[in-house]
T-cell receptor
Framework: AQSVTQLGSHVSVSEGALVLLRCNYS??????LFWYVQYPNQGLQLLLK??????LVKGINGFEAEFKKSETSFHLTKPSAHMSDAAEYFC?????????????FGKGITLSVRP | GAGVSQSPSNKVTEKGKDVELRCDPI?????LYWYRQRLGQGLEFLIY????????KSGLPSDRFSAERTGESVSTLTIQRTQQEDSAVYLC????????????????FGEGSRLTVL
């Protein structure tokens, strides 16, 4: 079964520091991978997605993620954190079983940004 | 509409009452999902509808939970005899992905229905 693991539940960085949020996946077939962000009291919105094209994927708000098959990872990074990046971040994998196509989410990581 | 619409945005109910939560997906989206998000927790998959296929109900936590979808339009999530542990935000999402790997599978989420069971 396909799944994603997000280690830790909370990451705190200083404003201007590197942001690194980890995601590892397990999948028996090449996966589609996604990062979603949830700002306080809002729904989820897509940050970026990997769909077997370029392994380095650029998303909105300066975020990017690199698909590494050898490490089964899809970590999310941003070179310089901004206060507005404080939110909940979810990694997700899409798997296809026959006619079904379900998205499975990790538990999420809360990002705090210190002034 | 332009996005996924959910109603009500907030619902407070008494333990033992039934509640209905509604989701209006983006027009033309064949796939519709329900997730539950308890306070401070991740997303818990509940149920998935894809076109005319049988829904994937594997995430429904008990037989008090049920969901229906009429064609490729509105879906209703029903919780019978609510319990305090049902308190959560219920998120609906839709996607245009067809069966198989042809689509990229981006989900578009509504803002959720916050359920509080007293």
């Amino acid at each position: 079964a396909q799944s994603v693991t997000q280690l830790g539940s909370h990451v705190s960085v200083s404003e201007g520091a590197l942001v690194l949020l980890r995601c590892n996946y397990s999948s028996s077939v090449p996966p589609y991978l996604f990062w979603y962000v949830q700002y306080p009291n809002q729904g989820l919105q897509l940050l970026l997605k990997y769909t077997s094209a370029a392994t380095l994927v650029k998303g909105i708000n300066g975020f990017e993620a690199e698909f590494k098959k050898s490490e089964t990872s899809f970590h999310l990074t941003k070179p310089s954190a901004h206060m507005s990046d404080a939110a909940e971040y979810f990694c997700a994998v899409r798997h296809f079983t026959g006619a079904n196509s379900k998205l499975t989410f990790g538990k999420g990581i809360t990002l705090s940004v210190r002034p | 509409g332009a996005g996924v619409s959910q109603s009500p945005s907030n619902k407070v109910t008494e333990k033992g009452k039934d509640v209905e939560l509604r989701c209006d997906p983006i027009s033309g989206h064949t796939a519709l999902y329900w997730y539950r998000q308890r306070l401070g927790q991740g997303l818990e998959f509940l149920i998935y509808f894809q076109g005319n296929s049988a829904p994937d109900k594997s995430g429904l936590p008990s037989d008090r939970f049920s969901a229906e979808r009429t064609g490729e339009s509105v879906s209703t999530l029903t919780i019978q005899r609510t319990q305090q542990e049902d308190s959560a935000v219920y998120l609906c999402a839709s996607s245009s992905v067809p069966s198989g790997r042809a689509g990229t599978g981006e989900l578009f989420f509504g803002e959720g229905s916050r359920l509080t069971v007293l």
